[in-house]
């Protein structure tokens, strides 16, 4: 059974940090591409970041490129998302998803797998 689990969210003040952690079971990591993408309440969902683990490209929303970095551990079979000078409008539930195709894609509707997700919170 597939299974993505988002951890690390939390309520932080404008201009702090989190470090997001997705941890993946059930499929060899190696063969997916990994994403990120908000919700905030009365949006759509947002694509944050992705991660191919086949061959490294990664991709990064305009709205979040300089603020944010994504890294893969293969070995743990864990993906990170650090996201520094947060604003309010980060705000929003955070989940991980998992490509089958080994190619970051831009929509959600590219993902197979999805975690429950994470709220982050950021205060003004």
């Known amino acids: 059974e597939v299974q993505l689990v988002e951890s690390g969210g939390g309520l932080v003040q404008t201009g702090g940090s989190l470090r997001l952690s997705c941890v993946a079971s059930?499929?060899?990591?190696?063969?997916?591409?990994i994403a990120w993408f908000r919700q905030a309440p009365g949006k759509e969902r947002e694509g944050v970041s992705c991660?191919?683990?086949?061959?490294?490209?990664?991709l990064y929303a305009d709205s979040v490129k300089d603020r944010i970095a994504i890294t893969s551990d293969n070995a743990k079979n864990t993906v990170y998302l650090q996201m520094d000078s947060l604003k309010p409008d980060d705000t929003a539930v955070y989940y991980c998803?998992?490509?089958?195709?080994?190619?970051?894609?831009?929509?959600?509707?590219?993902?197979?797998?999805w975690g429950q997700g994470t709220q982050v919170t950021v205060s003004s």
């Open positions: 991660v191919s683990s086949t061959d490294g490209s990664i």
């Open positions: 998803a998992a490509r089958i195709v080994p190619r970051c894609g831009n929509m959600d509707w590219h993902y197979d797998y």
């Open positions: 059930g499929f060899t990591f190696d063969d997916y591409a």
